[in-house]
């Protein structure tokens, strides 16, 4: 049983104009994996991240997560899935303005039904494993554009999740900064989690044990090492 | 595998959610505040001042009446017949009564101010017991008795005493009543229910009838009635009064104009109420505004709520809490100001205070109504957005 499985999924738009931003893709990825998506901006990537990570459902075909079936899941059962399985971390690291490290890795806890005082204390852990121990209570404004990235990659892994998938997570970050990032993407999959990346850029890409590259909406390859 | 939000959670988020953008809450809960400060207040005062009424009415009572002399058909007046209250002191349940006659002259501080300048004092003549049967008291000095019914004295109506300029008997003061000089020995109290004798001056009878011809015949009676049969007494007053012509024989019951008052208190009271009530309508919908351009800014945040495992329910609850929470923080701070006022209102006119607790409540209610009413547009907005398309960035 593979944790993600797609098979034949399409996504398209209405539009006007219609876009067809995915077209008959197959893919599977097992627990451990760590994988790269890559293609230039506008092949699809972002929507094959948002059907992977179950934010988001195919016009046909089928997606599998941890053996539900997607197209079969309520919006309950969708969010309860992101809720426990599911860890994402953002381009724009998305953190909430105005509230500290430590509460904004809090956050990823809030939809568990975890109590403050557990979901604080598991905050501090997640954001001493991504090297953010001394930050906690500095807000976003006071950190730097790699240091928030870490902030949000401390949220998305707080819950232990399966999978983290992360959205060009280094494309706001310089070359040292990103791929000081990806260190901590390739140490999280060291300690078992999936690890799924979105990338335009190959030196990051390469990085990953498996590489998927998409164009206009298709698989066009992979490399697996 | 579920998506769980603790209630506590969700009213923190909330609450957070207000505190983050404080300043535009504040302006937002300020709409809700003015609406319910003004129906607080509104209802505060007018129970302070029907308490005020009421206790006014308790105290003077409900069965005293006032027996006039109407016009006939032709406009003619004939008068009372002399012994008028008399007769009327004779049906059985009249307890007390007491008389008044008009006196025809006039008071003036001094024989220098005009005859016809009469400020609209009337001059009466009354018996001792006239204050008893009226249920006034004495601010000042006393009141007229046997032994100043022929002597040139006279006590004053709070009314009259202020417009003639006197306000305390030492040294004693003097008025130019027709062409004598009058000392004052008394001024009377406030008497809420008679208007007219609080603008009067009282001499005793035998005085007017020497110096101004007055007769006998009252020009209005006053009657102390058991108060469970005041109807029955109406009924055979004219005829006991003025044999002659009953129909010209004008009986009212001071109360009822106080009732009346009341009433049309109570009116406006309404309309001011309506009037809050609109305010508070359009601080609901000035929440609804801002709750809706919040969605709109908070797409990313909705977004990452979603990603993290909210669901639908839980960003519609987050955005109904907050609505409600800013209405609830405007309805308290309304209230206080509300309460504030009335206070302030009842020490400033030294009414009975009285607190409508119903109204109190009721208000709260209402903004805890309204900030929901107000919210759920929004929330439901909020909650239909599409994390995929929020969190998307290029």
């Known amino acids: ?225 | 595998m579920k998506s769980r939000l603790l209630w506590r959670d969700t009213i923190g988020l909330g609450y957070r959610g207000i505190l983050t953008r404080r300043g535009r809450s504040v302006l937002t809960a300020a709409g809700i505040a003015i609406g319910i400060a003004a129906i607080v207040a509104v209802l505060g005062i007018s129970a302070s001042g029907r308490a005020d009424l009421l206790a006014v009415l308790d105290d003077l009572g409900t069965n005293l009446l006032r027996v006039t002399q109407g016009q006939g058909i032709l406009g003619q007046s004939s008068g009372f017949p002399d012994g008028a209250a008399e007769m009327a002191g004779r049906i059985g349940p009249v307890s007390r009564y007491s008389a008044t006659t008009l006196v025809d002259t006039s008071v003036r501080r001094s024989e220098l101010i005009p005859e016809l300048q009469t400020s609209g004092i009337g001059v009466f003549t009354a018996k001792d017991n006239l204050l008893d049967v009226l249920g006034g008291t004495m601010q000042e000095g006393r009141f007229l008795d046997a032994a100043a019914d022929r002597l040139p004295v006279t006590v004053l109506g709070s009314v009259a005493a202020q417009r003639l300029g006197i306000r305390a008997l030492d040294p004693q003061p003097r008025v130019y009543l027709g062409d004598t000089w009058f000392t004052v020995i008394g001024i009377v109290d406030a008497l809420p229910l008679h208007p007219d004798l609080e603008r009067a001056a009282f001499i005793g009878s035998t005085i007017a009838a020497d110096l101004f011809d007055t007769t006998a015949a009252p020009s209005a009676i006053y009657l102390r009635v058991n108060p469970e049969v005041v109807e029955d007494v109406v009924d055979v007053l004219p005829a006991s009064v003025n044999p002659e012509s009953p129909d010209q024989v004008e009986i009212t019951r001071p109360s009822d104009a106080l009732a009346a008052r009341k009433a049309a208190e109570e009116a406006l009271t309404g309309l001011l109420v309506a009037l809050g009530a609109v305010a508070l309508l359009v601080g609901g919908v000035a929440i609804a505004n801002i709750m809706v351009m919040s969605v709109l800014e908070r797409r990313m945040e909705i977004g990452v709520r979603r990603a993290l495992g909210a669901t639908r329910g839980h960003i519609r609850a987050q955005f109904l809490i907050e609505s409600t929470l800013l209405a609830a923080a405007g309805g308290v701070v309304g209230v206080l100001l509300g309460a504030g006022i009335t206070v302030a209102f009842a020490i400033n006119r030294d009414l009975t205070l009285a607190v409508p607790v119903a109204g109190l409540f009721g208000s709260i209610g209402a903004a805890l109504a309204v900030g929901a009413l107000a919210g759920l547009y929004p929330a439901i907005r909020a909650a239909r957005i599409e994390p995929a398309e929020a969190v998307r960035t290029g």
């Open chain 1, 1 to 225: 049983m593979s944790l993600i499985e797609l098979s034949k999924v399409s996504k398209s738009y209405p539009g006007p104009p219609r876009v067809d931003a995915l077209i008959d893709v197959d893919l599977r990825a097992e627990g451990g994996d760590s994988v790269a998506v890559i293609g230039p901006s506008g092949s699809g990537k972002s929507t094959l991240l948002h059907i992977l990570g179950a934010l988001d459902r195919p016009s046909t075909g089928s997606v599998r997560i941890a053996d539900r079936d997607i197209s079969k899941l309520s919006d309950k059962q969708l969010s309860g899935l992101r809720a426990n399985l599911i860890g994402f971390v953002f381009q724009d690291f998305f953190l909430l303005a105005g509230t500290t490290a430590l509460e904004n890795v809090a956050q990823g806890l809030l939809y568990r039904g975890v109590a403050a005082r557990e979901r604080r204390e598991r905050a501090g852990h997640a954001l001493e494993t991504v090297g953010l121990a001394e930050r906690m209570d500095h807000l976003p404004s006071q950190l730097s554009g790699g240091e928030r990235q870490r902030v949000a990659i401390a949220r998305a892994i707080v819950g232990n999740p399966s999978v983290v998938f992360a959205d060009e997570p280094t494309g706001n970050l310089d070359t040292k900064t990103g791929s000081g990032i990806v260190d901590v993407l390739l140490n999280l999959n060291a300690a078992g989690t999936t690890v799924v990346v979105i990338t335009h850029d190959r030196e990051v890409a390469a990085r990953f044990d498996r590489e998927i590259s998409i164009r206009d909406g298709r698989i066009a390859g992979e490399r697996s090492s």
